[in-house]
């Protein structure tokens, strides 16, 4: 740990520096899958325009890319320990995405087909991201000794900062791609490549921000690999797991599993829900027409809003505070009620043309409560659970969960277009059983783990209680697991 001055809120200046990079980058990420799926559908294929891809095709490209989004880590995580360090790795990522970005931003008129530019922007934004999602996070932990009680305060920090780039995201693109539109036949057509060159300059704020602060706030931190200062600070270690060792594990499996059902559902936002609100929705307030990228910032308002609100019930509550399966269990319950609403507004649809844009605010909202009540304890789960020795490579294969979670929320989105693609009650209808069927086995998934919280507590060994709370001004949330894990 270096560098360790508090000289700013109580916590090192670094803590700020790694807030702004993240916010930054999670800006960049988010303007980008506000409008990959969007840009995917889009028919228009002049100037800024689209791609023409039908729904079905659109949505299982976006299910692979998050997928690869959450793999890359696992190999990102692997050169850093072992060769790059993480200050490094963090500075190649982010230059490969900004390549990524700007890379989508290229104007279809420079080329005989847009696509390889496309498929060498996620390509890009792929590695990039491998190499920065998993190190980055751990550079805050880095920041303070293991005894340091400033730590899960640190986290919340740095949380905040990942939740004012979500929400600056939606907003700033969905202005972006209609101020810097097209008309056609009186109709203004979106203008995606700007959209994406906003998210490449978000990044380049990022990689400027490492590259100007890095050294002269952080010291030495993230410089040496962490295997080989592991090696030299710990050149014996046993590889033989204990029986409680091989329990906890077993639970981190199980709770893995569930993290799936919640997170393919989740995920939706991105995809499925991200074209109900193109297309199904009455998104006219007034005689403004609000761009469908501005739901995708509901997620992290709301987070804004709650978070506090939620940590300050788990102090309230006390020894009375759920353990960890039965907080996962509240959140797949939350996410069924969600969607419960989004079956609200297929029907709505069914009958009265365009659903009400309430569907979707109140369908975010329950998705939100549920990921504050499971997503800050699959990383605390893995951190409080996974065997020292093996403790990164159990937390990369964390990330294999959550890429398992996004492959299949692409491929489940992508029955929407089953059918007569090209009829819109046609797709309602296939919306509406999509929807159903999320919530009827979040519901079921939330009753089975009810009924297994005191065996997979048992099996944690001492573990399963809540963390200590800390005060409300500083609540004890730490990055969350889905696309904001970092």
């Not at 949505?59 to 360090?85: C, E, K, Q, S």
């Not at 060498?120 to 805050?140: D, E």
């Not at 403790?391 to 089953?418: D, E, H, P, Q, R």
């Not at 059983?433 to 089975?448: E, K, M």
């Amino acid at each position: 740990m270096q560098n360790n001055s508090t000289d700013c809120f109580g916590h090192p200046k670094g803590l700020f520096l790694l807030f702004g990079t993240e916010m930054w980058e999670r800006f960049s990420y988010y303007a980008m899958r506000a409008l990959l799926v969007l840009y995917l559908v889009d028919q228009v294929q002049a100037h800024g325009g689209g791609l023409g891809w039908d729904h079905a095709s659109a949505l299982r490209l976006y299910g692979t890319f998050t997928m690869l989004v959450y793999v890359t880590p696992l190999i990102g995580g692997w050169l850093a320990d072992n060769w790059l360090g993480q200050r490094n790795a963090i500075l190649a990522g982010a230059v490969l995405m900004a390549l990524g970005q700007f890379c989508l931003a290229l104007p279809h008129s420079w080329f005989a087909s847009p696509l390889p530019a496309f498929y060498s922007g996620l390509a890009l934004l792929v590695l990039g991201n491998g190499l920065f999602k998993p190190n980055i996070s751990t550079m805050v932990g880095d920041l303070y000794c293991a005894t340091d009680t400033r730590r899960d305060s640190a986290f919340t920090v740095f949380y905040l900062g990942i939740n004012a780039g979500m929400f600056l995201a939606g907003i700033a693109v969905g202005i972006t791609i209609d101020a810097f539109g097209y008309q056609q036949d009186g109709q203004l057509l979106r203008n995606y490549q700007a959209g994406f060159l906003l998210a490449g300059i978000g990044m380049l704020l990022a990689l400027l921000l490492q590259l100007t602060l890095a050294k002269p706030l952080l010291g030495s931190i993230g410089t040496e690999p962490a295997a080989r200062k592991a090696r030299r600070l710990q050149p014996q270690q046993s590889t033989t797991l204990t029986k409680t060792e091989i329990d906890r594990l077993k639970v981190l499996l199980i709770m893995g599993l569930f993290t799936i059902i919640f997170w393919a559902g989740f995920e939706q936002a991105g995809g499925l829900m991200n074209i109900y609100a193109d297309r199904f929705t009455d998104r006219s307030v007034g005689n403004w027409q609000i761009n469908p990228t501005y739901f995708q910032s509901l997620n992290p308002l709301f987070i804004l809003i709650f978070a506090p609100v939620m940590a300050a019930l788990w102090l309230k509550l006390g020894k009375a505070e759920p353990n960890a399966p039965l907080k996962f269990a509240l959140g797949l319950l939350l996410l069924g009620i969600g969607f419960l609403f989004m079956v609200g507004a297929s029907l709505q649809y069914s009958a009265d043309s365009k659903a009400s844009l309430w569907w979707l605010v109140f369908a975010y909202l329950f998705f939100t409560l549920g990921e504050l009540c499971l997503s800050p304890i699959g990383l605390a789960l893995v951190s409080r659970l996974a065997p020292l020795r093996v403790a990164s490579l159990l937390m990369g294969t964390w990330y294999l969960f959550l890429a398992a979670a996004n492959k299949l929320a692409g491929l489940i989105g992508a029955l929407v277009g089953a059918g007569d693609a090209d009829n819109e009650q046609q797709m309602v209808t296939n919306a509406l059983a999509i929807f159903s069927g999320f919530s009827l086995t979040a519901v079921l998934a939330a009753i089975l783990l009810y009924f297994l919280a005191d065996k997979l507590v048992y099996w944690m060994h001492g573990t399963a209680a809540p963390k200590q709370a800390v005060p409300l001004h500083a609540p004890a949330i730490t990055a969350t697991a889905s696309d904001k894990a970092v």
